[in-house]
């Protein structure tokens, strides 16, 4: 399943600032600085390339499905996105000297601010191979089809049991009616009446086929 963890860049971004602010306290090696400070250029684009295809609909066996931390992902690359940017020009003004460094620090900001306007919903459901994965950030559930007994989908959990009667949660979901049947005719579309799918509060299922 392809990674789509939404903290890893900005993880990664902050980690390289402090990295670099560590480096240019060595004059040995503050040449490295300039290669570290572009690191993130590519992770950044393949992320907004990823959300443009999903948003194309050039991932057809992925569906998009709403969290509880979808609020605050769509606002956090803009203001990343503005701090680095004003960081970076700020800087640029009063110190010349390190324009590589700043500038590619104005121009991950723009990458940022730009991401946001690609925002798509953080959960996902991915058929591959004949498995289903669940997945809200860690929080991540892979099962083959045959193995699944149920599904049953809730607005903020969705609850995979397999024919061993084990339950494998996925938390802090914020779905709504019109996600309910997004998820079903998903599922169905990809694998047919073979899983049970329960949808709350509506209590309405899809009868598992013999």
Known sequence: ?????????YILVIGIVLIVNFID????????????????FPIIIWEIIEKINYRNGKEPNILRIRTNN???NRVFPFIFGTILILTGYFA???????????????ITGILYFFSGFMFVPTGIIEYKKQKLSFANGNNKHTIEIDKIDSIE??????IVTD??????????????ESDY?????????????KIEIKNYPQQSTVVKSK
């Open 1 to 9: 399943m392809k990674k789509r963890k939404t903290y890893l860049s």
């Open 70 to 72: 979808d609020d605050y």
């Open 25 to 40: 306290k060595v004059e040995f090696f503050k040449p490295v600085k300039y290669y570290i400070a572009v690191i993130w």
């Open 92 to 106: 640029l003004n009063n110190d010349e000297s390190e324009k590589i460094l700043l500038y590619s620090i104005i």
């Open 163 to 176: 024919i061993n009667q084990k339950a494998h949660y996925v938390h802090f979901m914020n779905l709504i």
């Open 181 to 193: 049947q997004k998820i079903s005719e998903f599922l169905n579309n990809r694998i047919g009446n």
């Open 153 to 158: 989908l809730k607005s903020s959990d969705i």
